[in-house]
């Protein structure tokens, strides 16, 4: 009994191997002619029959990771980049930015987004992240600002002007801060 599961086996072997080797001499003919091939369609064959479906699925998987590897190759040595580009993802502040602009601009698409509402009421006070155009949309988004988001606005604002009118500094930045601290305790309170 063992002595056929073994010829059984060894038959079965065999067959796959004379599978691969037609297939991969056809898709090779094939790779000549159309460089970016398709999903290749096997022909049913006596030999192909006697695989069983989940056989037949891993060796056109290994047939297919073997094609891609001869044309990754191919592209190579024709000096052709094969890596992918991925597109430049945007940051939080052109995000927060384009939100602001989209609530002003289009109300009937917008949509509340708690991150960049986040992301602008800790960033309103610095003129590099939310410039001056924008602040100007912004004092007007925060007029309808409701809940919690409005007294914590409001709590943080006064606690920055306490913090501001303690020291005397010239610098302009904080001026402007404290301006703008100023415009949003004026709106909000």
């Known amino acids: 009994m063992p002595k056929m599961n073994v010829e059984?086996?060894?038959?079965?072997?065999?067959?796959?191997?004379?599978?691969?080797?037609?297939?991969?001499?056809?898709?090779?003919?094939?790779?000549?002619?159309?460089?970016?091939?398709?999903?290749?369609?096997l022909q049913a064959t006596k030999e192909e029959?006697?695989?069983?479906?989940?056989?037949?699925?891993k060796?056109?998987?290994?047939?297919k990771k073997e094609r891609k590897k001869k044309e990754k190759q191919l592209m190579?040595?024709?000096?052709?980049?094969?890596?992918?580009?991925?597109?430049?993802?945007?940051?939080?502040?052109?995000?927060?930015?384009?939100?602001?602009?989209?609530?002003?601009?289009?109300?009937?698409?917008?949509?509340?987004?708690?991150?960049r509402q986040?992301?602008?009421?800790?960033h309103m006070y610095d003129k590099e992240k939310v410039p001056d155009k924008y602040f100007?949309?912004?004092?007007?988004?925060?007029?309808?600002?409701q809940g919690g988001a409005r007294d914590i606005t409001v709590q943080k604002a006064e606690?920055?002007?306490?913090?501001?009118d303690g020291s005397d500094a010239e610098d302009p930045n904080l001026l402007e801060k404290c301006e703008r601290i100023r415009q949003v305790l004026q709106l909000l309170s």
Do not use: C, H
């Open 136 to 145: 100007t949309i912004l004092l007007d988004y925060l007029q309808g600002l």
């Open 8 to 41: 059984k086996k060894e038959k079965k072997a065999e067959k796959r191997k004379k599978l691969k080797e037609r297939v991969a001499q056809k898709g090779e003919v094939e790779l000549e002619t159309e460089p970016k091939k398709k999903k290749q369609n």
């Open 49 to 57: 029959e006697e695989l069983t479906p989940e056989e037949r699925r």
């Open 76 to 115: 190579r040595e024709a000096g052709i980049s094969t890596k992918k580009v991925e597109p430049k993802k945007q940051s939080g502040s052109e995000l927060a930015l384009a939100y602001l602009t989209s609530w002003s601009e289009n109300p009937e698409e917008w949509k509340f987004q708690k991150t």
């Open 59 to 63: 060796l056109e998987r290994k047939l």
């Open 118 to 122: 986040t992301w602008l009421l800790l």
């Open 159 to 164: 606690a920055f002007m306490k913090e501001f």
